[in-house]
């Protein structure tokens, strides 16, 4: 049984540019989340959605951050216009319900 | 507002002793759950224990065990007879409604000395 698939792992991106993460939540799970680790920090929420839906975006900055997860496919995570404090590990998580958080491995994104 | 505080930024312990991890937090809600997430050096965010703030009882999972103290809202981890694969960093988590939001503390980086 797969577990949280996240890519990429790593990317790096020049100021302005977009970057898109992607997530496959494990097998039965219909709920997904984004959190955000910046460096020498804790995991920080930022979204939770199901099925075309988005249930919770409280803790998604109000501009250039945006997420979906489509009826068909992964979730993504979509940052436009990076900026170098957007540097950080993103860290997508699933579950069946809402007892239990399956993390995948994190994508790192460098913002140069 | 929730909040989880781990006043120690860093432990270390010698192998196969025991070392305990502190947490507290604050909520208003009463009904909660508490987690410990260890992150090794990969980075992956592993689930090591669970606790329901309904459950008096202590989680328990083999060598990992926590004291759940509800009134002080604090929520320690004790891990016995540690092992060199136990060094990483430690989080403790608040989640309210289940686990859809989790509050996570700034982490406690175990060391573990040979």
């Known amino acids: 049984n797969a577990g949280v698939m996240q890519n990429p792992r790593h990317l790096v991106r020049r100021r302005g540019q977009e970057a898109r993460l992607r997530c496959s939540p494990m097998k039965g799970h219909s709920h997904v989340y984004w959190y955000r680790q910046l460096p020498e920090e804790g995991l920080k929420f930022m979204v939770y959605l199901q099925k075309e839906n988005i249930i919770d975006e409280s803790g998604m900055p109000k501009e250039r951050f945006s997420a979906e997860f489509p009826k068909e496919g992964p979730s993504i995570l979509r940052i436009q216009q990076v900026v170098r404090g957007d540097s950080a590990a993103y860290f997508c998580a699933s579950s069946p319900q809402t007892r239990e958080l399956f993390f995948g491995e994190g994508s790192r994104l460098t913002v140069l | 507002a929730q909040t989880v505080t781990q006043s120690q930024p860093e432990m270390s312990v010698q192998e196969a002793e025991t070392v305990t991890l502190s947490c507290t937090y604050d909520t208003s809600e009463s009904d909660y759950y508490l987690f410990w997430y260890k992150q090794p050096p990969s980075r992956q965010m592993i689930l090591v224990i669970r606790?329901?703030?309904?459950?008096?009882q202590n989680a328990t999972e083999n060598r990992f065990s926590v004291n759940f103290q509800k009134a002080a809202k604090s929520f320690s981890l004790k891990i016995s007879d540690s092992q060199l694969g136990d060094a990483a960093m430690y989080f403790c988590a608040l989640g309210i409604q289940g686990a859809q939001k989790l509050v996570f503390g700034q982490g406690t980086r175990l060391t573990i000395n040979p």
């Open positions: 606790q329901e703030a309904y459950k008096q």
